[in-house]
């Protein structure tokens, strides 16, 4: 990825997901169309997806679509 692809704004931060696989994670609203880092499918403007490292010691996160890695928004602030 090129270094001035970072300074634009591509996602939008929805708030914190569950994976349906367990876990958190943070979920994120695309702003332009992406690439997910896994199956390299599109990620459609609007679509949810979640960042993960691409490979072990990754330093950058990937975009991950939701079809990779299910999630569910829970912005209700559920209990802990
Ligand atoms: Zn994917």
Redesign the pocket.
Known sequence: MAIEERRKVKSNQVGLATLSAGGRTTAYRAIVELM??????P?QPGALFSRHAPYKGAIHLAP??????PLRVSDAGEGR
């Open positions: 997910c880092g896994m199956c390299g499918q990620i991950t679509c939701i079809r990779c890695r």
